[in-house]
């Protein structure tokens, strides 16, 4: 099944086109490695995709449907997206999957604090980090918390920009095997990692070439 398809899309900033007449189709169950050097449409492409900002020209369909404003909520509740914006807030770790729960979207599919327990063993985090406040984290903790929430939301498609950035090599690669291991997940990771490790049936987009 197509989940993303874009034919043709242009985007500029100032006088600067970022993409140009870009063709770009998803499948379900894809896993797709985004690289490419800073400023060179990467994130532009996920806005796109998740409808913060539009093409100059060209079109985008989810699910076969063109992405309208009506269309783009469906995006937004499909897909979970981790930003490579450290910032994740204020106010305590716990509070954080509080607010993520209590979203209208979120509350009927949010995990259990029993699977809050399990992705926190896995990504050798202390329970006790659940009472420390977000701004005292550091930028790998801070990571870890942020690809935590996406999971919580028990979603299938996952958008990752940067995601192992801010971790050391070890959990750089047991993130990467997660991630790109499950069959039924389509993930679409940007990444500078240009050594990282490929994995069977992973398609590499590079933009810029």
């Given at each position: ?21 870009f ?73 954080l ?20 327990a ?70 679409l ?5 240009l ?8 398609q ?6």
């Amino acid at each position: 099944m197509t989940l993303f398809e874009c034919t043709g899309i242009s985007k500029q900033f100032s006088t600067q086109f970022v993409l140009n007449n870009f063709d770009f189709s998803v499948a379900a169950g894809d896993k797709w490695d985004i690289r490419g050097a800073s400023g060179i449409g990467k994130t532009t492409l996920f806005k796109l995709l998740l409808g913060f900002i539009q093409p100059e020209s060209g079109s985008i369909h989810y699910k076969g449907k063109a992405l309208t404003s009506k269309q783009v909520w469906q995006v937004r509740k499909d897909v979970a997206y981790v930003s490579q914006d450290a910032h994740i807030g204020h106010g305590l770790v716990n509070e954080l999957f509080i607010e993520t729960a209590g979203y209208k979207n979120n509350h009927s599919r949010y995990q259990t604090r029993e699977q809050l327990a399990m992705h926190l063993d896995f990504f050798e985090l202390n329970p006790g980090i659940l009472n420390k406040p977000l701004e005292q984290l550091s930028g790998g903790e801070k990571q870890r918390i942020a690809l935590i929430n996406a999971l919580m939301l028990n979603r299938t498609i996952f958008f990752l920009d940067e995601m192992t950035s801010a971790l050391d090599g070890r959990m750089k690669i047991r993130t990467r095997d997660l991630f790109f291991t499950q069959n039924d997940w389509t993930v679409l990771s940007i990444s500078h990692d240009l050594h990282s490790t490929t994995y069977p049936n992973t398609q590499t987009l590079t933009l810029g070439k």
